[in-house]
């Protein structure tokens, strides 16, 4: 019943930005605590950013104070600002939720930094 699909990702150089968007449907998104993931090739997938119904955010130590988790209940959308951007950055990111009885993700998308 859930679909979650990702859009933004690209490439980029070191230091710049990208702003990844995730469309929910077939949900009552604003109860929802949405997160982003990223695998990059040979690593497991981590838990990037989290944001709860109340906005409350959680940031993997990695990418606090450069990337931002958002929420747009009316919209059904969630939103990862990713700023000054790293070469180790670079995975396929991940929407991640949890809605009746399982979790839900989306099929990614792709985000490589490199000069």
């Known amino acids: 019943q859930v679909q979650l699909v990702e859009s933004g990702g690209g490439l980029v150089q070191p230091g710049g930005s990208l702003r990844l968007s995730c469309a929910a449907s077939g949900t009552i998104f604003s109860i929802n605590t949405m997160r982003w993931y990223r695998q990059a090739p040979g690593k497991e997938r981590e838990l990037v950013a989290t944001?709860?119904?109340?906005?409350?955010?959680n940031y993997a130590d990695s990418v606090k104070g450069r990337f931002t988790i958002s929420r747009d209940n009316a919209k059904k959308m969630v939103y990862l600002q990713m700023n000054s951007l790293k070469p180790e950055d670079t995975a396929v990111y991940y929407c991640n939720t949890y809605s009746d009885g399982r979790y839900y993700w989306g099929q990614g998308t792709q985000v490589t930094v490199s000069s």
């Open positions: 944001i709860t119904s109340g906005r409350t955010t």
